[in-house]
């Protein structure tokens, strides 16, 4: 049971390019999440879908779009890549609304 | 929406001592609190959580306490060990118009625990 997989681990971008983060969960899992975890700044929402077939932003969703392919499935696509996006990337899902994160192993990702 | 701040950002004990770690919450609606230990180059992970309809909950070391009336909530990790240290992250979460809530977390800035042998 992997849980929680997300891909790449690292990645480095050149300022322009783009790029699709992947996550998967094989726990049968509803909601699916993106964070963001910077220095000092705690874990910050980028897009959430709440079930499969439906997405919504969180706080930080400019520069991003998502995609929940199916329920297992939930990518995150940066069109064109700045180097404020230079961050930690965590993908998470719940069984239900209200109960604790599952996470990904995270991807670091540098923008250069 | 929701704003979660936590306090103190670091935090530095000897083995054995008592931590505290303190967070407030923006939106009296919330009616979730998990807390995160986040170990160097992991991933965050719950490791205890409480709902609004109840005022402390314990799990052996740590237990974590709400006040709602003051919209703040508390771990306290005892008897500290060096592998207590690590990040530790709070969160809060709101229900959507419904009442249902969509998990939808809002974390803390974190605090650095460092325990001392």
């Known amino acids: 049971n992997a849980g929680v997989t997300q891909t790449p681990k690292f990645q480095v971008l050149k300022t322009g390019q783009s790029m699709t983060l992947q996550c998967a969960q094989d726990?049968?899992?509803?909601?699916m999440y993106w964070y963001r975890q910077d220095p000092g700044m705690g874990l910050r929402l980028i897009y959430y879908?709440?079930?499969?077939?439906?997405?919504d932003k969180g706080e930080v969703p400019n520069g991003y779009n998502v995609s929940r392919l199916n329920k297992r499935e939930f990518s995150l696509r940066l069109e064109s890549a700045a180097p404020s996006q230079t961050s930690v990337y965590f993908c998470?899902?719940?069984?239900?609304?209200?109960?604790?994160?599952?996470f990904g192993s995270g991807t670091r990702l540098t923008v250069v | 929406g929701e704003n979660v701040e936590q306090h103190p950002s670091t935090l530095s004990v000897q083995e054995g001592d008592s931590a505290v770690i303190k967070c407030t919450y923006s939106d009296s609606a919330s009616n979730y609190f998990p807390w995160y230990k986040q170990e160097l180059g992991k991933r965050p992970q719950l490791i205890i959580d409480i709902r609004s309809n109840v005022g402390e909950k314990k799990d052996q070391r740590i237990a974590v306490t709400l006040n709602k009336t003051a919209k703040h909530f508390s771990l306290h990790i005892t008897e500290t060990q060096p592998e207590d240290s690590a990040v530790y992250f709070c969160?809060?979460?709101?229900?959507?118009?419904?009442?249902?809530?969509?998990?939808?977390?809002?974390f803390g800035q974190g605090t650095i625990l460092t325990v001392h042998p």
């Open positions: 969160a809060a979460s709101i229900p959507n118009a419904g009442g249902t809530s969509y998990g939808k977390l809002t």
């Open positions: 998470a899902s719940s069984e239900l609304p209200g109960t604790g994160y599952t």
């Open positions: 726990m049968n899992h509803n909601s």
């Open positions: 879908s709440a079930s499969e077939g439906t997405t």
